[in-house]
Structure formats: structure tokens, C-alpha cells
């Protein structure tokens, strides 16, 4: 087996056994297979490019052309013709199906779905690391640079999961690197003779350092002196909820495949289950603020008469296993709760925390008040007392002075004079003006003027907005978070995962905190024996006791990337892919005009006749001319006056007596005329140069990767004379 053929089948199996790493984020091997048959194509060009004489600048890229052009041949959904020829749809629809992957990815918990579309990405990702790998190993014959892609394997399940897997996924990565460095020393070592007692050693240096990585962390004692207060952990497998709440939120909204969450059982009609409220508005986004949480009987909800009207019903509630939560889901206000676990409550929001977040499959009980607010009595509430006003109309200076201008002019048109009027006003307006959208991707600049320009978007968006718009009208809001009331099934309520959901919370004096509902009905609503005002009540239509929200099942919930219309207005994905690869290509010629300038521009004489030679080596490198440091530079210059007119010689002879001087005499005399020479002689050499060698070596400089991993040119400086 030839050397470069080696060296390309070790890169793949080092690759291979990388990527074995990825299997907790997969939580199996479903990937392998496109993954294995990706390594082999790109192995198999790399070979063929090699075989073929090809610069070796152009077969990484044309690995990775080929590469792509494989994938749109077998991934994309139209757009080929004649069954080899892919078109611009072609290309559209796979990078649609890349954005999917990449949206899916962004907005799931590991281990992921089974989804051919993030499978087909991991896939193309380790495609891209074998490309690298091999690039180094074979085409360059850097192996020792190869242990960088393969290290980005290894650091996708360190940050992305919490298994102790990625510590045994340490073993195989590192056999693979070992196994690079093992194969590139045997070909060092070949011209030296034999090399059996050298492979063994490297061998069992090899497995020693294995055993050591492994062995020490395992057998250094740890020091548990210290313990740091932590915030709740989340996410143990299957769905999680409340880690970050917006985002869970956002995730479990757009899961591809919905996840029954809890049942329960009810004395009174279904109601919105409650997580946990985010009080706290700051950096343009709401967060829940710094709790004090107690222990025992729950208090009467905050800010409610005894006089208001008050039925209570007992919810009898049963997670699955998948749910992972730092908060109990309970109707608002609960009295009483009954879990097998310990809980605290916090007494402003009567949020039901958790100590452990072991909330999956227990079966707990809570009693919960049913108030009736009727629209006179709201309309009629006095002012907030000064406490709840100052910290719940409180906004930093980031929200844009277009919204509250808007919330003023919704109140006016509507003639809304009172709190409640004007809240159920900003309620209507979303409900009549707004349409429900959860493929609506938030924009990271200005997501609440993009909302309210587009005016499409999802429960989290229309609660956000509406409890903004509130506080700047002087009504305390603030914003919960947590799930509709579920399918009815006979006497038993499910809730899922697509029953996440967000709503405002408006304080009232003396009726407390009272729920409204902006968001409008979504794709398939109508859910049967949802809450229902009481037939007495006197609440006009859409205010806050019609908590008849979005039905969220039915729909066909389709992940989106930045593409299209719903990417927010953002770049689509072929220019966005397009600009990264016009940067790729670019940078190699920006480096190496980086590391040309600064050779040139260097003070000490010395070092200037260094960098200058040292340009010449890489510039006739660049131009497939080849170079020789074993060489004299008075035979270099005598090779170098054979390809251009003698016109040219007085600069060559500068160049050449410059570093005869700075390597054997005393001082390295006057230097200020070597960059001017250099030009000359550069200039003069490129002419010699065919036009496409010209191209290629501005784009793709050969030096670049020539010069990884040795020593660097000989240095002609004072530091390095020869006496």
C-alpha cells in the first residue's frame, strides 16, 4: 500500500472512530450509516484527486464540491435533471432541509429525534471534518494538525449533553489521533531502516497515555469543601420545561413530534396550568426575578378582597416520565398541594417550586380557586398600591419609544379611559390585528418592532408585547408561563408538549392578578371543554375571563431556518452560505498578505533580510517553482537568474549578497533597498508564470500549509550567524 493510500484510510478511520463520540447526542447509532458512507466518498475522491496529480490546494475544494454535489443528488426533494444534473431548486431545497436540520438542532434536547433531516446534518458535518483530516493527513502531510477537526467531534457532546459518555468518547477519538501520528512517524522512520521496535513503542506509549487520561480523573480525589449555590437543573432526556422558560417554551412549540406531558382530573372545569411567572423585565427580554421562597400553607393569592367571589376545585395531576421541571404546573391561585416531593411557593407569585426537579412521573394534588371578575368590578378597581406600581410598570430605557406610542394610540381610538378598558383594548387589537405564527424566528435586533411590523408570531411574542405595552400605560403586568388545559379524554384532561403556552397577568387593586388572552386562535382551533366564562358574568367579549387561547394541536408544526418569508425578514440560507464560502475562499490570500507584509516591514536589519529571503522561498513556493533550504544562496540565485532576462540580475545580486552579508559577516550592512528588489524579482517571476499558476497562488497560497508544523525558514538574522 502506497503512502498517501495510508495515510487516507488511517484519516478515515480516525474520523470514524471520532465521530463515535456523537452517540449521546443521537442517543444511538441511527446516523452511522450516512456518516459512514460519507467518510468512504470522501475518502475515496481524496485518493482519486491525489492519484490524478491535482494542486493540492484544489483537493480539499474539490472534495467538498463533490461532497455537495452527492448530497444534492440524493437529499434534495426536486430539481434534478436527467438524474445527474441539479438546478438551482435543487440547491434551494437542500438547503431548505438544511435550515430545518439546523432550526430542529437549535430548538432540541439531547439526546435528538430521530429526523432525517438532522441526521443528513451530522452526517455533512463529519463529511466536513473527514475532509479536514484527510486535507491535513494526505494531501499536506500535517498530522499532527488533524488532531483539531477531530477534537471539534469530541466537543459536541461535551456541550451539548450532561452524560458521562463523553468520557469514554475520549478513548476511541484519541486511538484514532494516536493511530495518525503512528502512521506518519512509520513513514518518517522508513527510509532509516526497520521500524518494528520503534511501532511498538509508539504503540505502548500510546495505550499509556490513554490510561493515564482515563485513570487520573477517576483516582485524584475531588475536594468538596466548598458547595455553590446553583440554579435548578433541567433536562434529564425527553422534554424539559422551565430551564429557561421563553426557550423551553419556543422548543416545545415547535417540537416535529408532540410528547404527552401530564394527565389530571378536575372538580371543575379545565383551566390553564401555571409554571412560573417572569416579573422582571431587564436587557429587553423578561426573566424571573430573585425569589424568596418559604415553606408550608400556601397564603390568599396577593391583592385579592376577601369579597371577591371564589369557587374552589381540586386537580388530581399525573406527569409522565418525560417531564423534567424546577416548577409544579397548577391552576392559578392554588390553596393547597399534596406531592410526594418537597416544594417551597413563592409568596408573591405563588410559583410551586421544586428542590430536586424530579417532577417526572408523580402523581400530586391541588386545590385551586375559581374567581369570578366581572367587568364592572374590574372597570371600577382603584389604583395599584405604590409597592406593586413601582416594581411592575418598571421598563428599562431599551424599549423602543415607537411602542409606547403605539400602545397610547390603541387606547385612544378604543375611547379606553380606566386600567381595564385600556388592557382589554391592547387584548382585542392583538386578537382582530395578529396572526398566530410559532415559524416565525425571532429577530435578535429589534424583535419587538419586527413584531409589531409583521405582525405574525406566537404566544410567547403576543404576551411579551402586551405586558410591555401595559406597564407603559401604568398597569402592572407581568407575563406566566406554562400550558393550556389539554384534550379532554372521557373524565381525564392531556396535556402535551404543543400546550406550552405564555399569557399576561394584569394586577387590578383588590382583584389581584387577573390573566388575559392576545394571542390569537392558531391552524386548527376549537378545542372542546375549554374554560368558559360563567353564564352570569357581565365581561364583555375577549376580555380577561375568556381564556379561549390558540389550540396549538392540529397544526402541521414545520421547523423553518432563516429562509423565506418566515425567517423574519434575515438573509436566506444560500446567501448566507454564500458569503461564508466567498469569506473561506478569501482568507487564505488576506493571511499571506498579512505575513508578507509584516516580513517587509520589519526595523532590525537583520531580521529584514530575513523576512525578505524568507519571501522569496514562500513566493517560489506559491508559484510551483520549488524551493531547497538546504541550498547556497549564491546557487539559489544562479537558478533564479536562469528564469528571467538578465535585466533583473543587479536586483537578484542585492538579494543575494544581503543574506551572504547577514549570515557571514560581521554587520549586515545597508538594507533599505531589499523590499524594492524583492518586488522586482517577485514581479519578474510571476511574469515567467503561467496565468492560471498566477491565480492559483494568490488564492491558494501552497506556503500557507507547506510551513505547518516545521520550523520556519532559516533565519539570516544576527541571533543565527554561522561563524
Known sequence: MSRHLRSASVAAVATLLGSVALIPVHGGLSWFGPVLLTVAFVTATGIGLRQLRLPRPLVPLVQLVAVGWAYVLTCADEGIRYGVLPTVQAGQSLADRIGAGLHLMATSRTPLELDPDLIMLTAMGVGLVAIAVDCLTATYEQTAWSGLPLLVLYSVPTTTTRSAWSAIAFVP?????????????????TGWGEVRADARTGRRIGALVIGVAIAVPVLVPTWGGITLPAEPQFGRGGVAVASDPIADLRRNLQRGEDVDLLRYTTTGPADYLRLVVLDEFSGGTWSVSDRSVR????????????????????????TSRDFASSWLPVPYPASTIEAPIPWTYDHGTLDIAVDSGETGGIVYQAESLRLDHSAAQLGTAGAPREDVRRRYTALDGEVPAAVAQQAREIVDR?????AYEQAVALQNWFLREFTYDTSVVP?????????????????????????????QLGIPARVAVGFLPGDREGD?????????????????????WVRFEPTPRGAGTGTTDQPSPDPTSTAPTGGPVLPEAEDQRGREVTPVGPSGSNGGGG??????????????????????????????????????????WAELADTMRDLGLGWDDATTPRATGRRLAALFP???AA????????????RYARTPGAVDDLPAALTSVVGQLRVCRPPGRRLLARVFPASLVTRLGVGGPPRFGRKRRTT
Open 443 to 471: 429577530d435578535d435586533g429589534d424583535a419587538l418592532l419586527a413584531f409589531l411590523r409583521d405582525r405574525r408570531g406566537y404566544c410567547e411574542q403576543f404576551a411579551a408585547t402586551m405586558a410591555i405595552m401595559a406597564r
Open 492 to 512: 381525564t384532561y392531556v396535556v402535551s408538549a404543543h400546550d406550552a403556552h405564555a399569557w399576561p397577568e394584569l394586577y387590578f387593586e383588590g382583584h389581584g
Open 651 to 662: 536586483e537578484l545580486d542585492v538579494l543575494v549578497r544581503s543574506v551572504e552579508r547577514a
Open 173 to 189: 477519538a484519541a486511538i484514532g489521533y494516536i493511530l495518525l501520528l503512528a502512521t506518519e512517524s512509520r513513514h518518517r522512520l
Open 571 to 612: 438573509p436566506s440560507v444560500p446567501l448566507l452560505a454564500g458569503g461564508l464560502v466567498v469569506l473561506l475562499l478569501a482568507f487564505p490570500a488576506v493571511l499571506r498578505g498579512l505575513v508578507r507584509r509584516s516580513r517587509l516591514h520589519r526595523s532590525e536589519p537583520g531580521r529584514l533580510v530575513d523576512g525578505v
Open 414 to 418: 378604543a375611547g379606553a379611559t380606566s
Open 295 to 318: 415553606r408550608g400553607k400556601l397564603p390568599p393569592p396577593p391583592g385579592l378582597d376577601p369579597g371577591v367571589e371564589r369557587r374552589a376545585a381540586t386537580y388530581r395531576i399525573n
Open 646 to 648: 538578465a535585466a533583473r
